[in-house]
């Protein structure tokens, strides 16, 4: 079976991203470029993911969908809460140089913790806007390698209730329910889940509540409101890693940390007004502005070598501020947006037990950012665009009576153009450089060991991470039958921020460079062959290659840990007699190194396949579903590291063969 897939995988690696299945992309409106404008236009790999592509997979988070499209490498270390997702091959620095949005709205930590894609669970997602390469102009900070932008559900229609059951391996179970409609100019959305994941390793249960409600209200034809409000609470189990010799003795489930665990709230809330101030007749524009605030409070307890226990607090509230004229004049097509960005974050550490940490960081950050596009000649845009962005961070480390303030900057610039040469078909290219700043506990190390001459403490000698991106495509719709794309893509990074495992701090590579193909095709084999008793197939494939590398320095023309230098993922969805649909997913990740192997000194992570599947029975209000998940039943690891003193190594292993059931009930 393994030898068939990636047979069937390779022969179709000339494909396309799984979200541009649509044959009408030319209506799909892309947010995350904080205009709103048909994707067709935008010179960047733009991939969308509806809810009726995530109903008709066997994706049950986030993450899992996410997996499935071109260029996206997502791994974890056997806990929902601490999946990464990577672009264009960031490895361990990932959660830092990949943004995270829900509605516009930030989800990346200020520290070096991964965005919690938990926090939303899947069955209240509208779709996925995935823009694959550099941000920086549009959001600042983290937006390097790519920004995705998760729309959550509003309201339509009557009331409708749903409510969902469904429990699968290792004795896991969820129970949610939702509420939503449209009445008197007002919208709601109404979210609730209880999610008990029993893992599939020792020590690896989740257990998590999370209620979402999204509200919009209309004033007038010119004035609307939409609030966005979150709360989720959890606590995960932290199986660790499993050396060889433990998987010897103990097998693949076992764990040697088991009293380690973390506590999580989470908690937002998200006021939007849009307004366009302007007479009935006339149109000059329209104002957005955002307010926000998010508090999230980890504790997470480290017991295998003493214990090792942390608190962290982290607040952020934040206005944003923007004005956008889309008119067409004189037969031409403008588009221009221009705006403001204040944030203000403080992060407590406190440490209990055996660690020593008492700080806050504070970060206080402001940007404003000025993009054009215009349609220069009968379908050919080109864009330009800006960003001024500074930050001030203060340090009061008050177990060593310490002070200090550090006031990065930096100016940005892109520019593109994108020319439809036919329905469907274009060709772009685009420059954008790039930059991050660092997150709070990347200036401060929380490494205590004093036998090694290590101690907690600040390390205000790093530099801030620029860089510059290129990036050309072209993408050709063979009468709305056959999308294929191909995307190749060239960043060149200097200062990249990493943890330096040689001395448990954070450090800058010299340079690093990134060189990458993203190629795919969707067919719409319906248009190919008539078979009356069905209504959907369809099928979905992409390969991706990438060579992120160090190209100066110690490590110079070394592969970057856990970057994988092949990715293949093919998706075949049908839908029969109305009622019916079956779905079946094969992914393939290649070889990579393991996380703090930047020397390539030992063999790398063994590459794998897993051949995923869902039928669903859909009739009026019930529908009832069952997946197949590693149909192969594949032994690979999601995750693995290395030891930052020697060659060994601790491995992450992936669930076996696994089952989910459930059944949605709609009134």
């Known amino acids: 079976m393994k030898k068939i897939f990636a047979i069937f995988s390779i022969l179709n690696f000339s494909v396309f991203a799984f979200a541009d299945i649509t044959s009408h ?9 904080r205009i709103g404008e048909k994707s067709y236009k935008l010179a960047s790999n733009i991939t969308i993911i509806t809810k009726e592509d995530i109903e008709a997979s066997n994706a049950s988070t986030i993450a899992d969908i996410l997996k499935q499209a071109a260029g996206i490498h997502i791994y974890d270390n056997n806990t929902s809460k601490s999946t990464y997702v990577d672009i264009r091959g960031f490895g361990d620095t990932a959660s830092r140089n990949i943004l995270v949005l829900i509605n516009g709205r930030r989800i990346n930590s200020i520290d070096i913790a991964t965005p919690d894609l938990t926090q939303i669970p899947i069955e209240a997602v509208e779709r996925i806007e995935i823009i694959r390469g550099a941000g920086s102009v549009f959001y600042g ?8 932008n998760i729309i959550t559900r509003k309201g339509k229609g009557p009331m409708a209730i749903r409510a969902g059951v469904s429990g699968g391996s290792y004795d896991s179970h969820k129970i949610d329910m939702e509420v939503s409609g449209y009445k008197h100019n007002v919208s709601y959305y109404f979210y609730s889940k209880y999610n008990d994941e029993r893992g599939y390793r020792d020590n690896s249960d989740l257990l998590a509540r999370d209620f979402n409600t999204r509200l919009g209200y209309n004033f007038s034809e010119k004035i609307s409101m939409d609030l966005n409000m979150g709360w989720h609470k959890s606590i995960q189990e932290l199986p660790g890693g499993l050396l060889d010799a433990d998987l010897a003795s103990l097998g693949r489930k076992a764990s040697t940390n088991h009293e380690d665990i973390a506590y999580t709230t989470d908690r937002y809330v998200k006021l939007g007004l849009d307004i366009d101030p302007w007479p009935q007749d006339i149109y000059f524009g329209e104002f957005a502005f955002d307010f926000h605030y998010r508090n999230r409070d980890v504790y997470d307890e480290f017991n295998k070598f003493g214990p090792f226990h942390t608190k962290r607090e982290s607040d952020t509230s934040g206005v944003t501020g923007k004005y956008i004229f889309d008119k067409t004049l004189f037969n031409r097509e403008v588009n221009f947006v221009t705006g403001i ?8 550490i406190l440490g209990s037990r ?8 504070s970060k206080i950050e402001l940007g404003f950012f000025g993009f054009a596009e215009f349609e220069m000649f ?3 845009f080109v864009n330009g665009g800006t960003r001024y962005h500074k930050a001030n961070y203060t340090f009061n480390q008050r177990n060593a009576i310490v002070f200090q303030e550090r006031k990065p900057e930096e100016t940005v610039f892109m520019g593109g153009l994108k020319y439809e040469y036919a329905k469907g078909s274009n060709v772009h290219f685009n420059y954008q450089q790039t930059f ?11 490494a205590n060991f004093p036998g090694f001459g290590i101690t907690p403490g600040l390390n205000l000698a790093l530099d801030q991470q620029t860089g510059v991106q290129y990036e050309a495509g072209i993408k050709h719709n063979f009468n709305d039958k056959i ?50 008793w069905f209504d959907k197939l369809e099928f979905v494939s992409n390969y991706t290659w990438q060579m992120p590398r160090f190209s100066k320095g110690d490590n110079d023309g ?11 993922s093919s998706s075949l969805i049908t839908k029969v007699f109305k009622y019916y649909q079956w779905s079946i997913t094969g992914r393939y990740v290649g070889s990579r190194f393991a996380i703090n192997d930047v020397q390539n000194a030992t063999p790398p992570a063994k590459p794998y396949y897993v051949l995923d599947t869902k039928i669903a029975f859909q009739h009026k209000n019930l529908e009832i579903f069952a997946g197949i998940n590693n149909i192969t039943d594949e032994l690979y690891d999601s995750f693995v590291s290395k030891s930052t003193t020697s060659t060994t190594k601790s491995h992450f292993p992936a669930p076996e063969r696994n089952y989910v059931v459930g059944v949605n009930i709609k009134f």
């Open 141 to 148: 900070d983290n937006a390097v390698g790519g920004v995705v």
């Open 25 to 33: 992309e030319e209506e799909v409106v892309v947010t995350a470029t």
């Open 558 to 568: 070394k592969d970057i840990p856990m970057v994988p230098r092949h990715q293949v």
């Open 378 to 380: 009968p379908d050919l």
């Open 354 to 361: 055996d660690n020593v940490d008492d700080i806050t960081i």
């Open 436 to 446: 991050r700043f660092l997150a709070t506990d990347e200036w401060y190390s929380t």
């Open 341 to 348: 960005d204040y944030y203000d974050h403080e992060n407590d």
């Open 483 to 532: 999308l294929v794309n191909v995307t190749p893509y060239y960043m060149v990074l200097n200062n990249e921020i990493f943890f330096d495992p040689a001395t448990f701090g954070n450090s800058n590579y010299d340079k690093t460079e990134r060189i990458g193909i993203e190629t795919g095709q969707t067919f719409d084999l319906l248009k190919f062959f008539d078979i009356g």
